[in-house]
C-alpha cells in the first residue's frame, strides 16, 4: 500500500475528529432525560401520552376529543397494543429501564396483583393526589386490588369483565336450534347442557362452521366463574389441584374431543377473520368482547349476533386499571385525566358505545337498561350487570396471567395434535414451573 | 501496513543540499495514525461487544428478574446445570439442530447450482444476480408473515397446491417435521441469492485456463465442476459453511414471526435456542436464565465454527500430502 507523504498528519486529524465524534454521541445521550419531571408544575401546553392494549374505546366514545375541549391546552396522544402478552412485555421492558413511559399506562386484572406487590415502587401513589376520596366510587374489590398493604393505591379502575354467551342467530335458526336468548339461557343453565347443544349443533351445521371458537376460551371463561382459581388467599399457588381448574380443563378436553371447536387460536389473524365468515356459532363473551366483536365482524354481522346469560352462572373475565408510572412526565395531569375518564359518566358513555363494562358503582345504575342494535337489542345491561353483580369476587395472584396463558397453551395441544389430555396436562404443569422460575 | 515506520529518506545526492528533519517528528504522528483509525471500532466493540458480553456473564451467575431489577441472589453455576434438567432446553437445542440442517444443507447446495448456472454466459445476466439478492434485501418480518400466509392451514397457497396434486392438507403450523419446514423454508429463500453471489465471485477467481485445458481433455461439464469449480471454490464453501453455521444457531426472526408465538408452537415444536432465550428473558422475566443461555448460545458458536475450521484445514493438509505423495 502506498501512501502519499504528506498524508498522515491529516489522517490523524481526521481519525481523531471521528473518534471525538463517536465519544461525544455516545456521551450525549445520557443528559437530556435530567428535565423531564418539570411539565409537573407548568401551567401552559401539555402533551399526554396514553399507553393501552385491547381496545379501551375512548378514541372511538370521542372521550379525549372532549376532555381537550374541557382542558385547552392538554393534548392527548395515545398508542395501542393488540395483544396484552405483547404490551405487557414492553411495559416491562421499559419499567426495568426507567424510559419510554407513557403518562398512564393501563394494566390488565391478571396483572395488577404484580404490580401491587413486586413494583408498587414504579407506580405513582395516587393518594398524593387525592385519590382516596374515589375510593366509594367503585366496587371494593376493584378497589383493594390496586391497592397496597402500606395504603398506596396505584390504579384506577376502568372496567370489569362480567361474562355472558354471545351466539349467531342465524347459524343457529340454520342448524334447528331455538334462537330466543331465554330459552337458550334455560337450555344450557349448565355447561353439560350447552355441550349438549353443541353436538346438536354439530349433526346439522352448516358447513364449515362449528359450535366454538376454541376451548381455551370454554377454559378460560369456566376459570372466571370461580372464586379461587391458581393462588389461595394467602397467595400459595393451588392451580394443581384446584377444583376450579380441573372442571373448566375437563370440560374444555371434552369439547375438544367431541369435536365442537373450530380450533383457532384467539386473538390471530385466522380467529380474526372468523368473526365475519361465521366459523364457529358461539363465543363466550366477557363484556368488552362486544366491541372486539363489532371491530372485527363489523357490517357483516349487524343483526346477526345475540347475547344471552352464561352456562353454569355469573363470573368475570378480565377488567382493567389506568395507572401513572413514576417515570411518567406529567404526572400531575396523568392523574388528572385517568380521574375524568374513569368517572362513572365516562365509564357510561365507554358502556354504551364499546361494551366495556363499568367498575364505577355509579355507572352501573345508569346503563340497567340498555340495548345494544348490533346484538340483535340484546339487553346487555341487563345482562351484564346480573353477572356483574353474581360474580365471584376473585383470588388474584402474582402470575394469574401467565399461568392461564400455558394452560390455554396445552388445550391447544389437545385441541389442534391430538395430544392425549394427561400428557397435556403434565406438558401445561412443566411449562408453568418454566414460566414461573 | 507492513511496518509503521515511514521508510527512511533517501541519502543527500549532495552535500549542499540541507538535511531533511528528522524523522522522528513526522514519524510519531504516522505511527500512531492506524491506532486511531481502529480506535473507533474498538471503541465501539468495547462498548456493545465486550462490555454486554461480560455483563451477561456477570448476570447468568445470578437469580435476576426483570421485575425486580435490585434484587440479585447469587446462584453461582445454577443456571447452567438447570439447562441440564430442562427438558425445553434440549427441545431448543435439537430444533435449532435439525432447522440448522434443514435450512443450511439445501441453501447451500442450490448456491451452488445456481452460481454454476450463471458462471455461464448467459444473456441478462445481470439482471439474474440482481434478482437473487432481492430475497436477501427483504426484511425477515415481512417474508415470515407472507410465508405464514402461505403455510397457513385453511387458506394457504401451499395446501391448496398441494390439494391439486390430491395431497392432504398438512398441518404447517403444528405438525414437529412440517413447521420446522415451513420455517426451515424461509431462510433458504432468503439466504440462498446471497450465497449464491459469493459462490460466483468464487468461481470466476478460478484461472480460465484450467477449464480450457479441462475441455481440451475432453472433460464434460459435470466433471469439470466436480474436478475444476468445486476445489477452486474450497475457501469459498469453507466462509459460506461457517457463517451459514454461525446464523443457524442464532436463528431468531422467522421462527418467532411464523405464528407470533415466543414458545415456538403450542408444544415447543420449532422453537429455537435463540426464541427459547427470548421467552426467558422476555416473555417470563427471568433474566439470569436468558444469559446462561447466551453465553450456552456463544460457546455452542465458538465450538462449532472451530470444529468447521479444524475439519476443513485437516481436509485441505490431507489432500496436499496426498497430492505431493503422488508427485
Known amino acids: 500500500m502506498s501512501i502519499p507523504r504528506t498524508t498522515p498528519r491529516a489522517m490523524v486529524r481526521l481519525g481523531a475528529v471521528a473518534l471525538t465524534g463517536v465519544l461525544l454521541a455516545a456521551c450525549g445521550s445520557g443528559s437530556g432525560s435530567g428535565g423531564a419531571s418539570s411539565g409537573d408544575a407548568a401551567g401552559g401546553d401539555v402533551t399526554l401520552t396514553v399507553d393501552l392494549f385491547g381496545a379501551f374505546g375512548y378514541q372511538e366514545s370521542g372521550l379525549y376529543a372532549e376532555y381537550e375541549q374541557l382542558h385547552p391546552g392538554v393534548k392527548i396522544k395515545q398508542t395501542d397494543t393488540e395483544d396484552e402478552q405483547d404490551y405487557w412485555k414492553s411495559l416491562q421492558t421499559r419499567l426495568a429501564g426507567g424510559g419510554g413511559l407513557a403518562d398512564v399506562q393501563a394494566v390488565e386484572v391478571g396483572r395488577i396483583a404484580s404490580v401491587a406487590q413486586q413494583q408498587a415502587g414504579k407506580f405513582v401513589d395516587l393518594n398524593q393526589y387525592g385519590a382516596g376520596a374515589l375510593k366509594g366510587e367503585f366496587a371494593p374489590a376493584k378497589w383493594s386490588a390496586a391497592a397496597t398493604k402500606d395504603g398506596k393505591v396505584l390504579g384506577l379502575g376502568t372496567d370489569v369483565g362480567p361474562e355472558a354467551m354471545c351466539y349467531r342467530r342465524d347459524l343457529f335458526q340454520a342448524a334447528g336450534l331455538p334462537t330466543d336468548r331465554t330459552e337458550l339461557a334455560a337450555r344450557w343453565a349448565t355447561w353439560d347442557g350447552y355441550l349438549e347443544l353443541g353436538r346438536q349443533y354439530k349433526e346439522k351445521a352448516p358447513a364449515g362452521s362449528a359450535w366454538l371458537d376454541s376451548v381455551g376460551s370454554l377454559n378460560a371463561v369456566m376459570v372466571g366463574q370461580q372464586k379461587e382459581r391458581y393462588y389461595d388467599a394467602s397467595g400459595a399457588l393451588v392451580y394443581e389441584n384446584s377444583p376450579a381448574v380441573k372442571a373448566a380443563w375437563d370440560a374444555s378436553v371434552k369439547a375438544a374431543g367431541d369435536g365442537l371447536s373450530a380450533k383457532l387460536d384467539q386473538w390471530s389473524p385466522p380467529w380474526n377473520q372468523a368473526f365475519a365468515s361465521g366459523s364457529f356459532a358461539t363465543l363466550p363473551c366477557p363484556a368488552w368482547m362486544l366491541g372486539y366483536i363489532k371491530g372485527q365482524a363489523a357490517d357483516a354481522g349487524q343483526g346477526k349476533w345475540d347475547v344471552a346469560k352464561l352456562p353454569g352462572g355469573a363470573g368475570n373475565w378480565g377488567g382493567s386499571y389506568l395507572a401513572v408510572p413514576s417515570a411518567a412526565k406529567h404526572k400531575k395531569e396523568a392523574y388528572e385525566l385517568i380521574k375524568w375518564l374513569t368517572a362513572p359518566e365516562q365509564q357510561t358513555k365507554v358502556f354504551r358505545k364499546q361494551g366495556n363494562f363499568p367498575s364505577a358503582t355509579g355507572s352501573i345504575s345508569q346503563i340497567a337498561d340498555a340495548k345494544d342494535p348490533y346484538f340483535s337489542d340484546a339487553p346487555i345491561g341487563r345482562i351484564f350487570g346480573d353477572a356483574a353483580e353474581q360474580a365471584p369476587v376473585q383470588v388474584l395472584g402474582l402470575h394469574d396471567k401467565d399461568i392461564a396463558d400455558q394452560i390455554n397453551n396445552a388445550l391447544s395441544e389437545v385441541e389442534r395434535k391430538g395430544t392425549a389430555p394427561e400428557t397435556a396436562w403434565s406438558n401445561a404443569k412443566k411449562a408453568v414451573k418454566n414460566a414461573l422460575g | ?327
Open chain 2, 1 to 327: 501496513m507492513p511496518s509503521a515506520e515511514p521508510p527512511a529518506p533517501p541519502a543527500p545526492l549532495t552535500a549542499r543540499r540541507p538535511p531533511r528533519p528528522p524523522a522522528r517528528r513526522r514519524g510519531r504522528p504516522a505511527a500512531l495514525s492506524p491506532y486511531a483509525f481502529l480506535a473507533p471500532f474498538f471503541t465501539l466493540f468495547a462498548a456493545f461487544g465486550i462490555f454486554p458480553l461480560l455483563y451477561t456473564a456477570y448476570v447468568s451467575l445470578y437469580r435476576a428478574e426483570l421485575q425486580t431489577p435490585g434484587e440479585l441472589e447469587w446462584r453461582g453455576l445454577g443456571n447452567y446445570t438447570a439447562l441440564f434438567t430442562d427438558p425445553f432446553f434440549w427441545t431448543a437445542l435439537r430444533n435449532t439442530f435439525t432447522i440448522g440442517v434443514l435450512s443450511t444443507v439445501p441453501q447451500l447446495l442450490m448456491a451452488l447450482g445456481l452460481a454454476h448456472l450463471l458462471n455461464y454466459r448467459l444473456r441478462a445476466r445481470t439482471f439474474f444476480r440482481t434478482a437473487l439478492l432481492l430475497p436477501y434485501a427483504t426484511s425477515v418480518a415481512a417474508a415470515s408473515l407472507i410465508f405464514a400466509q402461505l403455510f397457513g392451514h385453511d387458506f394457504g397457497l401451499v395446501n391448496r397446491l398441494l390439494d391439486l396434486v390430491g395431497i392432504h392438507p398438512v398441518d404447517w403450523q403444528n405438525g414437529t417435521a412440517a413447521s420446522q419446514i415451513a420455517v426451515s423454508s424461509i431462510v433458504v429463500w432468503r439466504w440462498t441469492g446471497y450465497n449464491t453471489l459469493i459462490y460466483l465471485a468464487g468461481m470466476q477467481t478460478i484461472p480460465a485456463e484450467l477449464y480450457e485445458s479441462a475441455e481440451v481433455d475432453g472433460a464434460s461439464r459435470l466433471r469439470q465442476f466436480l474436478h475444476v469449480t468445486l476445489p477452486g471454490l474450497r475457501p469459498t464453501i469453507v466462509f459460506t459453511s461457517i457463517v451459514s453455521t454461525i446464523g443457524a444457531t442464532q436463528l431468531f426472526g422467522e421462527p418467532l414471526l411464523f405464528e407470533g408465538s415466543m414458545s415456538g408452537g403450542i408444544s415447543h415444536q420449532y422453537q429455537t435456542l435463540g426464541l427459547y432465550m427470548y421467552e426467558q428473558g422476555w416473555g417470563f422475566f427471568h433474566l439470569g436464565r436468558a444469559a446462561a443461555i447466551a453465553w450456552v448460545m456463544f460457546l455452542l458458536i465458538v465450538v462449532l465454527v472451530g470444529a468447521n475450521a479444524s475439519f476443513s484445514h485437516r481436509r485441505s493438509v490431507r489432500r496436499r500430502t496426498r497430492k505431493e505423495a503422488g508427485r
